[in-house]
């Protein structure tokens, strides 16, 4: 029989799980590339994406009745679990709290082949959010069309630092980020080059950087957080 500590313990740690999932909706031609801009979305690589398939895709038939993949994806955080009746220690008794480095909040625009996405970082230590205005800007400023003003306000009040799709654009696949690698002699170090998108060219995907990277004998010791 569970008592009333121990469920006050399961219910704490429940709802701490819960605060750490984020989920987006993603959809392609296929299922890898729906994956993929899953984690595009998330920031993350997609060995760490869950997902649920919401639509399967459809070819169709000479085109016709042709459907996108649609999945809901999500990274569930590793929460670390403490023993019933075990005190959590904020600071160690004689070393300094860290020094947490103030961070304005940012705003990033990311450009993806079904529309124009946002993402708000919140601020750190006496950093300053971000503000609507800005949001608006680099929306503009890569050409996105039919934003939803209302939805951009609600991303920069909240700061959840995920991709939302917020508007569209007109898609020029020839202005579209490329990506190159330059292999030393030795074959020991890889550094990869990419160009900025232009005027209606998409950004890339974590996938395709990846995909890149395998393509080209890249497989070890890739810094995926750098």
Not at 83 to 104: F, N, R, S, T, Y
Not at 114 to 135: C, F, M
Request: glycine share 10%; proline share 4%; hydrophobic share 40%.
């Amino acid at each position: 029989m569970v008592d009333f500590v121990q469920l006050q313990h399961i219910v704490k740690e429940q709802l701490g799980q819960d605060r750490t999932i984020r989920t987006v909706e993603a959809s392609g031609e296929t299922l890898e590339s729906a994956v993929a801009e899953a984690a595009t979305l998330l920031d993350i690589p997609v060995r760490r994406l869950e997902y649920e398939l919401a639509e399967r895709g459809s070819a169709g038939i000479f085109g016709a009745g042709k459907k996108d993949w649609k999945i809901r994806a999500y990274e569930r955080a590793q929460v670390k679990k403490e023993k019933p009746g075990e005190a959590v220690a904020l600071v160690e008794e004689g070393v300094e709290a860290p020094v947490i480095e103030d961070k304005d909040g940012d705003v990033f625009a990311h450009l993806s082949s079904d529309g124009a996405y946002l993402k708000v970082t919140p601020p750190a230590g006496n950093g300053y959010k971000a503000h609507e205005a800005h949001a608006m800007q680099a929306l503009l400023d890569r050409g996105v069309t039919g934003i939803d003003e209302a939805l951009v306000g609600k991303l920069v009040r909240e700061s959840g630092n995920i991709y939302v799709k917020v508007g569209d654009f007109a898609h020029n696949s020839a202005n579209d980020s490329q990506i190159f690698v330059d292999i030393s002699s030795d074959e020991m170090k890889a550094h990869i080059t990419v160009t900025p998108p232009g005027p209606g060219g998409c950004d890339l995907s974590t996938d395709t950087y990846m995909s890149f990277l395998r393509n080209n004998r890249v497989y070890y010791g890739i810094k995926e957080d750098f």
